[in-house]
């Protein structure tokens, strides 16, 4: 198997004190994902840092260390799955505690069951706690008895960043692993080896493509309801008696009014193109329309956030220089929120981007500078640009006759600071739009001052 994902255990959560190895057979009627989880560290898909011969988690596993791990991850990335192999492999007992449900009494009564197991037949306890930084100061507290005397072995998971949700304490005692979202390849693996596994379809269904790439991209890197989403599927299927689900029947499956992405991706790529144009026009409206249809297509939205990204420098840049800040916070936010909430975040972003002054003056200059680059017209750095550092450099000349901007009047000195093959370009030309009107003004003299053709600048 080469999936990795959360999926919920089979153990009595409601009782800490209960467990088991995962060892056992999970049966027939069990969800997909849970029927198609990982066994073995060698079946994940993804996390390939994690997988790695002499990575930490492997050495924690071949050499059966008694180690606390924190998993930092996006949901769907494997971290239940792998607190699951952790038990399995090792022959520990499991118990599981959720952050949302539990408080400081489950989670005292869960490392006393551990220790008491421990007395009296020497086996270890795999205590993984989910969504850990949901925890209290005092309920994080609590874990540090356990995990100081090893009474457990404590797997806890965050989707938040620990340096701010976990108490420096229990962080220390504990080994940070990093997991990252899946790829769309991943997801394909994760799919197909369910399709065709025993524990999954047993090869009973055929996926066509287009169903395949709506599944994709529906899952945002979440393997978990990757197969969530194909079981309910191929149980759509079956309820029409076809052994083939389409695209038509995975849309009605998981209750999307999704646009129709065709095997090529032409609508994929016709909706983003026009969302994008649709901002560089400052038509707000229609730009709304465009990211409503991704997000009901499950276009990932990290996809969107970048484009985003790009387009605030791209498309706006100084006429608004608050747009970079914009793009960037809410691609932030969509890695620490997650959707649906984030789709707020980019929906302020949308707009406000569209309705920000534009100026493609940023993406002029620097297409015209890799231009002639490209073209050989490199030429010498001028020796005074050149670094005076190292031993000697002074003798070849080297920043000999530099002159200190700080030490110039107005904080800018004349002198030559590019070579002399492109001494006369003027690759940035700000436009008069919005805030980089000023930034064209200013710009124009200081350029003058450093070419030494005026001594006052604005």
Request: proline share 4%; no cysteine; charged share 25%.
């Amino acid at each position: 198997m080469d999936g990795l994902f959360d999926v919920e255990l089979d153990v009595e959560a409601s009782a800490p004190t209960g467990g088991g190895s995962l060892s056992g057979e999970v049966g027939a009627s069990a969800p997909l994902a849970v029927r198609m989880r990982p066994r073995t560290l060698d079946e994940l898909a993804g996390q390939t840092q994690l997988r790695a011969p002499g990575s930490p988690l492997r050495q924690v596993l071949d050499a059966d260390q008694s180690l606390s791990l924190l998993l930092w991850g996006p949901p769907g990335t494997g971290k239940t799955t792998i607190a699951s192999i952790l038990s399995r492999q090792t022959n520990r007992r499991f118990v599981e505690v959720s952050a949302v449900s539990a408080g400081v009494k489950e989670v005292r009564a869960a490392i006393e069951g551990a220790r008491a197991t421990l007395v009296a037949t020497g086996q270890e306890t795999v205590l993984f706690v989910d969504e850990v930084h949901r925890f209290s100061k005092a309920q994080q507290d609590a874990l540090l008895p356990g995990v100081e005397n090893r009474w457990v072995n404590l797997v806890a998971a965050t989707t938040e960043n620990p340096f701010f949700s976990v108490i420096s304490p229990l962080l220390s005692r504990s080994l940070l692993l990093r997991l990252e979202s899946l790829t769309d390849q991943d997801i394909r693996s994760v799919i197909e080896r369910a399709l065709h596994d025993e524990r999954g379809l047993g090869g009973r269904l055929t996926l066509e493509e287009d169903a395949r790439d709506h599944l994709v991209r529906l899952a945002g890197g979440d393997a978990r309801r990757s197969l969530t989403y194909l079981e309910a599927a191929a149980g759509a299927a079956a309820a029409r008696e076809s052994t083939t689900i389409d695209l038509e029947t995975a849309e009605t499956a998981v209750d999307q009014a999704a646009v129709r992405y065709d095997r090529q991706g032409d609508q994929h790529y016709d909706v983003i193109s026009a969302f994008i144009k649709s901002v560089r026009g400052s038509d707000a409206d229609a730009a709304l329309h465009y990211l409503a249809r991704m997000f009901e297509a499950g276009e990932d939205p990290r996809f969107i956030a970048r484009r985003l990204v790009i387009l605030a420098s791209e498309d706006i840049g100084l006429a608004d220089p608050s747009a970079l800040t914009t793009a960037v916070a809410a691609a932030q936010a969509v890695q620490l929120i997650g959707m649906p909430e984030a789709r707020l975040n980019l929906a302020q972003a949308t707009i406000a981007l569209a309705v920000a002054p534009k100026s493609n003056a940023v993406t002029t200059a620097i297409t015209a500078a890799v231009a002639d680059v490209k073209a050989g017209r490199i030429g010498q750095v001028p020796a005074t640009m050149r670094d005076a550092h190292y031993e000697g450099s002074k003798s070849l000349g080297h920043g000999a006759e530099y002159i200190y901007s700080h030490d110039a009047a107005y904080g800018i000195a004349t002198q030559q600071y590019a070579p002399d093959t492109v001494l006369d370009e003027h690759y940035y030309r700000p436009t008069a739009l919005g805030a980089e009107a000023a930034v064209k003004e200013r710009w124009e003299r200081v350029r003058r001052i450093v070419r030494g053709e005026d001594q006052t600048p604005s």
